[in-house]
C-alpha cells in the first residue's frame, strides 16, 4: 500500500496533539519496573516502540519479540540479565542485524551470562538471568549511547553499583544524559567526571510521572512550517524548556523564519519571515534523529549542506545514509558522503535524475515517511510506500496530516 500525497495551499494551520516521547517513555518504564513502582506512567507514548515494551514487561512469558524498537531490544536485554529466570529476545530482520555485542559483553563482565542465539554479536539473545555485582567497566561510546542508558539504569540495583569509563568518541551524549536527568528525578545520584560516570548502589524512590510531548516527532512541524509561507501550528504538550535534546531545533528553525513561543499548554510555532540560510551546516552527534528531517527540507528548499556526525544512521532502523541518497535521488538531489558519517549536498536539482511521482521507499523507517511527506508543501508530488511505518513513533501523523489541509490518498500497490 502507498499515500499519494498532496497539498494545493502553502499555508498551514493547526493544533496537534503530538506523540508523547518514546524515549522518555521507555525509561520511566524501565525505571518503574526497577523501583516496583505503584504509579502508572500518565501520557505514556502510544507508539509501537513503547506499547512492545511495556508488553514485555507485562508479560508472563519468557520469550519477546521487539519488533523495530531499539531502546526496546537495549534496555530490556539489562533488565532481565539480573532477574531469575531464562529469556529470550528477539526483534525484527533489521533488529537481527543491528549491533548489541558492546552491551552484552559489558552485562557479561558484570556476571550475566547471555548468548547468542544465530549471529555472534546481534539478537536474538539467550539470557539467564543472574546475580549482578559491580566494578569499573570500559564501554566504546561511540557506537550507541542506547548501551549506556540500558547500563545506567540497572546501575544503582547492582551491588556496589556501576562506573563505566567511556571510550571514543561519545555519540548521542543528549540520550545519555536524558537517563540520568531522569533517573534524578526518581532520586538517584550520579557523578559524570571526564569521560567516568559512576553510579552508587542505591534505590529510586517511585513517583508519579508525566511524559512530555516528542521533539523528533515535532521536528516533522518545524519541517512543514519551513516550506510554508505562511502559518501557525500549536504543538500541544510540547515544552521549550526539555529534557530532550532535539528541543535544540527550536534554535536551528529560526534561519528558516519558525519562531517558537512557549505558551502554558504546548508551544505555538509561527513562520515569521521568508528566508532561509544560503548553505547548512549542522553536526548531528547530539541528534541523529533529526537529520533526515533537515535533509529533506534542505533538498526542497534548494538549500546546500555539510551534515557531519552521522555515522551511526548506518544502524538505525535502515542505513539512513543510503535511503536519504537513494530517495532524494529521486527528487533531482545527488548527495554525496566525502567522509564516513557526513553528508553534502551542492544545492543542484539534476532533472535527468529527477523523476515526475517518486515512488519513496521508507525501508522500514518511519522517519522516511515522516520526513519526505512534508516536501509536498514545496509542490513537489510523491508517493510513500508503506506509509504505516510511521507507527513506530508517531501513529497519528497521517491523520494529523490530514487535518491541517494535506491530502493523504490511498494507492494499493
Ligand atoms: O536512547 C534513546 O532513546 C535513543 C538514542 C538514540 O540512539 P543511539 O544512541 O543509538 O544513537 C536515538 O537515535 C534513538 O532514536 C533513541
Ligand atoms: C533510531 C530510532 O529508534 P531506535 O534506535 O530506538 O530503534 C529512531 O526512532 O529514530
Not at 513517583?207 to 519551513?226: C, H, I, K, N, R
Not at 537529520?291 to 555539510?306: E, I, R, S, W, Y
Not at 519526505?372 to 513513533?393: C, H, N, R, W, Y
Request: one cysteine or more; charged letters at 25%.
Amino acid at each position: 500500500m502507498r499515500y499519494q500525497i498532496s497539498i494545493n495551499k502553502n499555508k498551514i494551520e493547526g493544533q496537534i496533539k503530538l506523540p508523547a516521547s518514546k524515549s522518555i517513555s521507555n525509561r520511566v518504564l524501565i525505571i518503574n519496573a526497577l523501583s516496583y513502582s505503584p504509579y502508572p506512567v500518565q501520557n505514556l507514548s502510544n507508539s509501537d516502540d513503547t506499547k512492545v515494551l511495556l508488553e514485555a514487561l507485562f508479560s508472563n512469558q519468557n520469550k519477546f519479540d521487539i519488533g523495530h524498537a531499539g531502546t526496546a531490544m537495549r534496555f530490556l536485554t539489562a533488565f532481565i540479565s539480573k532477574i531469575v529466570g531464562e529469556w529470550e529476545i528477539t526483534g525484527s530482520e533489521r533488529m537481527k542485524q543491528r549491533p548489541i555485542k558492546i552491551l552484552v559483553d559489558a552485562l557479561n563482565e558484570l556476571g550475566a551470562k547471555i548468548e547468542y542465539l544465530e549471529k555472534e554479536g546481534f539478537p536474538p539473545l539467550k539470557i539467564f538471568g543472574s546475580h549482578l555485582k559491580g566494578k569499573t567497566i570500559e564501554l566504546d561510546g561511540s557506537v550507541s549511547s542506547q548501551y549506556i542508558s540500558a547500563l545506567l539504569m540497572l546501575a544503582p540495583t547492582i551491588e556496589n553499583g556501576l562506573a563505566i569509563n567511556l571510550k571514543g568518541n561519545i555519540t548521542s551524549r543528549s540520550y545519555i544524559e536524558l537517563t540520568l536527568k531522569l533517573m534524578g528525578k526518581f532520586g538517584v545520584r550520579h557523578e559524570w567526571k571526564e569521560n567516568t560516570i559512576y553510579v552508587p548502589e542505591q534505590k529510586y524512590f517511585p513517583m508519579d510521572f508525566t511524559v512530555e510531548a516528542d521533539w523528533s516527532g515535532a521536528s516533522y512541524w518545524y519541517q512543514m512550517l519551513a516550506l510554508a509561507q505562511k502559518g501557525d501550528v500549536f504543538l500541544e504538550n510540547l515544552k521549550l524548556d526539555s529534557l530532550q535534546g532535539d528541543a535544540n531545533i527550536a534554535t536551528w528553525f529560526e534561519q528558516f523564519g519558525v519562531f517558537s513561543e512557549q505558551k502554558k499548554e504546548g508551544v505555538l510555532l509561527k513562520k515569521m519571515k521568508s528566508v532561509q540560510p544560503e548553505r547548512l551546516t549542522i553536526d548531528f552527534i547530539e541528534n541523529p534523529d533529526v537529520a533526515q528531517t533537515f535533509a529533506c527540507l534542505c533538498v526542497a528548499k534548494k538549500v546546500p549542506f555539510h551534515f557531519s556526525g552521522l555515522k551511526t544512521l548506518k544502524i538505525k532502523e535502515t542505513d539512513r545514509i543510503a535511503a536519504l541518497q537513494n530517495e532524494l535521488a529521486k527528487f533531482g538531489a545527488s548527495l554525496t558522503e566525502p567522509k564516513h558519517g557526513e553528508l553534502e549536498w551542492d544545492g543542484q536539482i539534476d532533472l535527468q535524475l529527477k523523476e515526475e511521482t517518486p515512488i519513496v521507499k521508507t525501508y522500514h523507517d518511519h522517519r522516511m515517511a515522516m520526513a519526505f511527506a512534508p516536501m509536498a508543501l514545496s509542490g513537489l508530488q510523491m508517493e510513500i510506500d508503506d506509509p504505516m511505518v510511521v507507527t513506530k513513533s508517531y501513529p497519528a501523523f497521517w491523520e494529523d496530516l490530514k487535518n491541517v489541509g494535506f491530502e493523504v490518498v490511498e494507492i494499493q500497490s
